[in-house]
C-alpha cells in the first residue's frame, strides 16, 4: 500500500521540490503553505507521516506537531520538522516531533529519514 505524506511550507519552491521528490520515491503526497491547513488535511488525508516547516505564519510547526501528537486517532503518526535554526534542536525535540531536518537540506537525507520513520 503506498505510504502518505503531508508536507507543509510556506516556501512554494521547497514545497515544489519536496513533493516531486517524495512522489518520486512513490509516496502520495498532498502539500500546503497554509498553517491553518494541516489539522483538517491530517484529518483528511490521513497521512502516514506528516513534515512541517518550523517558522510558517499562523501556528508555527512546532505547535501543528503538538497538537498532531495530542490527537488521539495520530499520536503515532510521525513528525518531521524542517527548521533553519540549527541550534535549537532540543527546542524543536520538545514539541515531539520524531525528526528534525536543518536547512538548507540535502534530499537525500530527507528520503532516508521518511523510509526509517514509516518502513
Known amino acids: 500500500m503506498v505510504k502518505r505524506i503531508l508536507v507543509l511550507d510556506d516556501n512554494q519552491d521547497i514545497l ?6 517524495l512522489t518520486y520515491e512513490n509516496f502520495e503526497v498532498r502539500s ?9 488535511l491530517v484529518e ?7 513534515i512541517l516547516d ?4 499562523g501556528t508555527n510547526g512546532g505547535e501543528l506537531c503538538r497538537q ?12 518531521i ?20 531536518i536543518n536547512k538548507p537540506f540535502d534530499l537525500t537525507e530527507l528520503v532516508e529519514k521518511v523510509n526509517n520513520l514509516i518502513s
Do not use: W
Open 16 to 21: 515544489d521540490i519536496v513533493h516531486e521528490t
Open 32 to 40: 500546503t503553505g497554509e498553517s491553518q491547513d494541516v489539522m483538517p
Open 44 to 50: 483528511e488525508f490521513n497521512p502516514d507521516l506528516v
Open 54 to 57: 518550523f517558522r510558517v505564519a
Open 68 to 79: 498532531i501528537k495530542a490527537h488521539p486517532k495520530f499520536s503515532n503518526v510521525p513528525v
Open 81 to 100: 520538522i524542517f527548521s533553519a535554526y540549527i541550534s535549537r534542536d532540543a527546542e524543536l525535540l520538545a514539541y515531539g516531533c520524531d525528526a528534525i
